[in-house]
């Protein structure tokens, strides 16, 4: 396992030396430092117990809660289990490359600024806009999940009421401001943490045989209608393949989000210290809350179950509640239901949360309207909040067609989005490594640092995992007698969306390619230490559990 402590020594390290890279690499970086004096406005109000819950809980929604039941039904129990588990590893290895690199620079804007900084800066106007894209898509995809969750108890209202309801009580949290988001989020995010807990121990009862028909279910459903899916009939093993493979892009739709950290690290209290505690609980998360989660919802529910798939128009929503309803517990369903509700509402949250403070990022880098970087005397970057609001409004292309048929086309274009976010941040890091080697610095003197990444080895291995997962992402498209525009267009247009911005950006501007040599590990560094500092050790036992947790 990693070292995944962080040295209080290590903080102090860095000391600004202008023998360690220059002080910048180009006019336009120059410009931009000005310009960054806007980010003033952006208060670092956001506690441990916030980052932590950040973290944790954070995106933890409907991609586990409502989008597994899809992917249960296209690679079945096996094919469940292992698609999460691939995917985990592959987010694993992005957050310690993040982790490094937002705990050594926690600014404003997190990747996109750096990616600025150590790659191209059309390189950052590419992923800032990506990022934000991705954001404003996943939006309305969680706030139509919030009406399949309604659904189970309502159909007769239009869902346009319930969509309106939860996009209202979205952007009121987010107007109050990134202490009030945090605070919104630790007891969401509570609330989820103990569900899927919750979830994981009672799945574990029923299938043993606890429920109220005391039937032992054990690995039944492995066994009939089997571990894996012959996806769309195709015989053999290509279809069992190809059935685990479709697991892939509902598993990236869960895990996108991870980095939401990043994306904080401007407005959080002590990041030295946060970020990495942040950071390091991403390995219980995959394991304990989709790993298990994954495993146990491939005992619960066969595959072949009606209202497993979305687009179906019967779902009964999550494959918990689906498997509640089986075991025969009366009223549990609706509690679920209900909790689980809070969680699309978190997710949204989280959404509005982060597009809204990218697109920041992109304006205090000259990227985007300078308007966008205005804030309130209270921090609050209120006119980026408002415009990005605004696109939650494409929730209501679902009052056309079923709710969850629109999430899953929201989940396919976040997916693709989401792991080009991804590659990117390990590109960025790959060249913030190379960064380190010439220019003689020793990564143990960070302030966060994993063997994992020595010669840049997780980052290489997400890249071309991520790589290879975004090029097949739409293959079910040319299966005979299986074309369907609209996948093809969700599964594949971030992928031409990406390089365009890049190189239109990269004419545009002239912008220059950060040779090693020429990478600043310099500026700002005065400004973080500042914002760093020791905090008073636990002197009691609950103070310890509390420190520990959180």
Same mark, same amino acid.
């Given at each position: 396992?990693?070292?995944?402590?962080?040295?209080?020594?290590?903080?102090?390290?860095?000391?600004?030396?202008?023998?360690?890279?220059?002080?910048?690499?180009?006019?336009?970086?120059?410009?931009?430092?000005?310009?960054?004096?806007?980010?003033?406005?952006?208060?670092?109000?956001?506690?441990?117990?916030?980052?932590?819950?950040?973290?944790?809980?954070?995106?933890?929604?409907?991609?586990?809660?409502?989008?597994?039941?899809?992917?249960?039904?296209?690679?079945?129990?096996?094919?469940?289990?292992?698609?999460?588990?691939?995917?985990?590893?592959?987010?694993?290895?992005?957050?310690?490359?993040?982790?490094?690199?937002?705990?050594?620079?926690?600014?404003?804007?997190?990747?996109?600024?750096?990616?600025?900084?150590?790659?191209?800066?059309?390189?950052?106007?590419?992923?800032?806009?990506?990022?934000?894209?991705?954001?404003?898509?996943?939006?309305?995809?969680?706030?139509?999940?919030?009406?399949?969750?309604?659904?189970?108890?309502?159909?007769?209202?239009?869902? $346009? +009421?319930?969509?309106?309801?939860? &996009?209202?009580?979205?952007? =009121? *949290?987010?107007?109050?401001? %990134? !202490?009030?988001?945090?605070?919104?989020?630790?007891?969401?995010?509570?609330?989820?943490?103990?569900?899927?807990?919750?979830?994981?121990?009672?799945?574990?009862?029923?299938?043993?045989?606890?429920?109220?028909?005391?039937?032992?279910?054990?690995?039944?459903?492995?066994?009939?209608?089997?571990?894996?899916?012959?996806?769309?009939?195709?015989?053999?093993?290509?279809?069992?393949?190809?059935?685990?493979?479709?697991?892939?892009?509902?598993?990236?739709?869960?895990?996108?989000?991870?980095?939401?950290?990043?994306?904080?690290?401007?407005?959080?209290?002590?990041?030295?210290?946060?970020?990495?505690?942040?950071?390091?609980?991403?390995?219980?998360?995959?394991?304990?809350?989709?790993?298990?989660?994954?495993?146990?919802?491939?005992?619960?529910?066969?595959?072949?179950?009606?209202?497993? $798939? +979305?687009?179906?128009?019967?779902? &009964?929503?999550?494959?918990? =509640? *689906?498997?509640?309803?089986? %075991? !025969?517990?009366?009223?549990?369903?609706?509690?679920?239901?209900?909790?689980?509700?809070?969680?699309?509402?978190?997710?949204?949250?989280?959404?509005?949360?982060?597009?809204?403070?990218?697109?920041?990022?992109?304006?205090?880098?000259?990227?985007?309207?300078?308007?966008?970087?205005?804030?309130?005397?209270?921090?609050?970057?209120?006119?980026?909040?408002?415009?990005?609001?605004?696109?939650?409004?494409?929730?209501?292309?679902?009052?056309?067609?079923?709710?969850?048929?629109?999430?899953?086309?929201?989940?396919?274009?976040?997916?693709?989005?989401?792991?080009?976010?991804?590659?990117?941040?390990?590109?960025?890091?790959?060249?913030?490594?190379?960064?380190?080697?010439?220019?003689?610095?020793?990564?143990?003197?960070?302030?966060?640092?994993?063997?994992?990444?020595?010669?840049?080895? $997780?980052?290489?291995?997400?890249?071309? &995992?991520?790589?290879?997962?975004?090029?097949?992402?739409?293959?079910?498209?040319?299966?005979?007698?299986?074309?369907?525009?609209?996948?093809?267009?969700?599964?594949?247009?971030?992928?031409?969306?990406?390089?365009?911005?890049?190189?239109?950006?990269?004419?545009?501007?002239?912008?220059?390619?950060?040779?090693?040599?020429?990478?600043?590990?310099?500026?700002?560094?005065?400004?973080?230490?500042?914002?760093?500092?020791?905090?008073?050790?636990?002197?009691?036992?609950?103070?310890?559990?509390?420190?520990?947790?959180?």
């Amino acid at each position: 396992m990693a070292s995944l402590e962080y040295d209080d020594k290590k903080s102090g390290a860095y000391e600004p030396q202008a023998s360690i890279g220059p002080a910048s690499h180009d006019d336009a970086y120059l410009a931009a430092a000005e310009e960054i004096e806007v980010h003033a406005g952006l208060k670092r109000t956001l506690k441990s117990r916030h980052m932590a819950m950040i973290s944790i809980g954070g995106v933890i929604g409907t991609g586990l809660f409502l989008g597994t039941g899809s992917a249960l039904a296209n690679g079945g129990p096996l094919g469940l289990f292992l698609g999460y588990a691939l995917m985990g590893s592959i987010c694993y290895a992005v957050m310690i490359s993040l982790g490094e690199l937002v705990a050594f620079l926690p600014l404003p804007g997190g990747h996109i600024t750096l990616a600025r900084r150590f790659v191209d800066p059309a390189f950052s106007f590419t992923l800032g806009w990506n990022y934000w894209y991705n954001w404003v898509i996943i939006l309305p995809a969680e706030l139509n999940a919030a009406a399949v969750l309604i659904n189970l108890w309502n159909k007769t209202i239009n869902n $346009a +009421l319930w969509i309106s309801i939860c &996009l209202i009580v979205v952007v =009121v *949290i987010n107007l109050f401001g %990134a !202490g009030a988001y945090g605070e919104a989020e630790f007891w969401f995010a509570s609330i989820k943490v103990l569900t899927i807990t919750g979830l994981i121990i009672l799945g574990i009862i029923i299938t043993a045989g606890g429920g109220p028909d005391h039937t032992s279910i054990g690995f039944q459903y492995w066994r009939n209608p089997g571990p894996l899916v012959q996806y769309e009939g195709i015989p053999g093993a290509l279809g069992r393949f190809l059935g685990f493979w479709a697991v892939l892009t509902q598993a990236a739709f869960s895990y996108i989000g991870t980095e939401i950290v990043a994306i904080a690290a401007g407005e959080a209290k002590n990041p030295r210290r946060n970020l990495p505690r942040a950071i390091k609980r991403v390995y219980v998360r995959i394991l304990l809350f989709y790993l298990g989660g994954t495993f146990i919802i491939g005992l619960l529910v066969p595959s072949n179950s009606t209202g497993l $798939a +979305l687009n179906s128009g019967t779902a &009964l929503a999550s494959p918990f =509640v *689906i498997a509640i309803k089986k %075991a !025969g517990i009366p009223a549990l369903p609706s509690i679920i239901n209900a909790c689980l509700l809070t969680s699309a509402w978190s997710a949204a949250s989280s959404d509005l949360y982060t597009s809204s403070r990218a697109l920041v990022g992109l304006a205090l880098t000259r990227q985007a309207p300078k308007i966008f970087a205005r804030t309130t005397k209270s921090g609050l970057p209120y006119v980026a909040v408002g415009t990005c609001a605004l696109f939650g409004t494409l929730s209501y292309m679902s009052l056309g067609s079923t709710a969850g048929e629109v999430f899953n086309y929201f989940a396919n274009l976040t997916a693709a989005a989401g792991l080009l976010t991804w590659w990117g941040i390990c590109f960025i890091y790959i060249r913030f490594n190379k960064g380190l080697r010439v220019q003689g610095i020793d990564r143990a003197t960070l302030p966060y640092s994993t063997f994992l990444n020595r010669g840049a080895f $997780a980052a290489w291995y997400a890249l071309v &995992l991520i790589s290879i997962i975004l090029f097949f992402s739409g293959y079910t498209v040319f299966l005979s007698g299986n074309w369907s525009t609209s996948t093809f267009i969700t599964s594949y247009f971030p992928l031409a969306f990406f390089p365009c911005l890049f190189v239109g950006w990269k004419l545009f501007k002239k912008t220059k390619f950060v040779r090693a040599h020429e990478m600043d590990f310099v500026s700002d560094l005065a400004e973080v230490e500042a914002d760093s500092y020791d905090e008073p050790a636990p002197t009691n036992f609950a103070a310890k559990v509390w420190s520990w947790l959180m």
